[in-house]
């Protein structure tokens, strides 16, 4: 969990816990992680705004709400790359299987076509030699 100084809030100790949390959000694999990270975040800011309360300065309860603002912005973004992920994994996966049905296509069509130019090409050749050639 991320752990904030309780004696004295200031500008550097938000700045650095906003750093390692940004960190945590980034580095997190998975939706689990970054439950879990988001659960961590809460609690932190819980123990982060009770110490900036207890001590009301406007300056760090402004900072507050705008550390607040942007992790909540930071998770949102995170769990929609996993949701974005997971929906691209899934057309991948769909496109593939069209690739699949359509090579199979052309494979039948070929195999078709050829046994078709095979008995008309038979056919042709004996209308050639039988017919024509037997005319001239």
């Known amino acids: 969990m991320l752990t904030i100084r309780k004696a004295k809030p200031d ?16 580095l997190s694999r998975n939706s689990d992680d970054l439950t879990s990270v988001s659960t961590n975040i809460a609690t932190s800011l819980a123990d982060l705004r009770k110490a900036i309360l207890d001590r009301p300065q406007a300056e760090f309860i402004a900072a507050l709400a705008q550390v607040s603002g942007t992790l909540a912005t930071s998770l949102q973004s995170r769990g929609r790359v996993f949701e974005y992920s997971a929906r691209i994994g899934a057309m991948n996966n769909g496109l593939q299987q069209l690739s699949t049905d359509l090579q199979s296509r052309l494979l039948q069509t070929a195999d078709d076509a050829y046994f078709n130019i095979s008995i008309n090409g038979e056919e042709m050749m004996v209308d050639l030699v039988v017919d024509k050639f037997t005319a001239l």
């Open 11 to 26: 500008a550097v100790v938000m700045v650095g816990a906003y750093k390692s949390v940004a960190e945590l959000i980034k």
